[in-house]
Nanobody, 120 residues
Framework: QVQLVESGGGLVQPGGSLRLSCAAS????????MGWYRQAPGKERELVAL?????NYADSVQGRFTISRDNAKNTVYLQMNSLKPEDTAVYYC????????????????WGQGTQVTVSS
C-alpha cells in the first residue's frame, strides 16, 4: 500500500511561517504529480499548489507559498510565508502515482492531513 505522511503543521501568528512536508512510501514506480490542498471547516477542499512539470498556485497564496519536490526521497514540501488567518485549514498532501512499471494507469493518493492554524 502507498502511504503519504504529512508533517509540519501547527499554530503560528499572522505573518509567520511554516514548512509542510509529505513523504510517499510503499511500492512506487513513478510519481507523476504531487500537490497540496486545504480544507477549512464548512468549505470545499481547494487546490493550494501543484507540482507536475512546473508549479501552479492558487491566487490566494501566490507570492507567499512555494512548493518543491525532492524526487529522490518521494517528498513534496510547502513553504508558507506571510501567513494570514484565512490560511487556517487542514492541509492535505496528494500524489498521482504509478505503482508498477507495467501499469498504464496512475492513481491518486491522499495524506491524512495536518492542521495549520494562523491566529494571534
Amino acid at each position: 500500500q502507498v502511504q503519504l505522511v504529512e508533517s509540519g503543521g501547527g499554530l503560528v501568528q499572522p505573518g509567520g511561517s511554516l514548512r509542510l512536508s509529505c513523504a510517499a512510501s510503499g511500492t512506487i514506480f513513478s510519481i507523476n504529480a504531487m500537490g497540496w490542498y486545504r480544507q477549512a471547516p464548512g468549505k470545499e477542499r481547494e487546490l493550494v499548489a501543484l507540482f507536475t512539470s512546473s508549479t501552479n498556485y492558487a491566487d490566494s497564496v501566490q507570492g507567499r507559498f512555494t512548493i518543491s519536490r525532492d524526487n529522490a526521497k518521494n517528498t513534496v514540501y510547502l513553504q508558507m510565508n506571510s501567513l494570514k488567518p484565512e490560511d487556517t485549514a487542514v492541509y492535505y498532501c496528494n500524489a498521482r502515482i504509478i505503482r508498477y512499471s507495467w501499469a498504464s494507469v496512475a492513481n491518486d493518493y491522499w495524506g491524512q492531513g495536518t492542521q495549520v492554524t494562523v491566529s494571534s
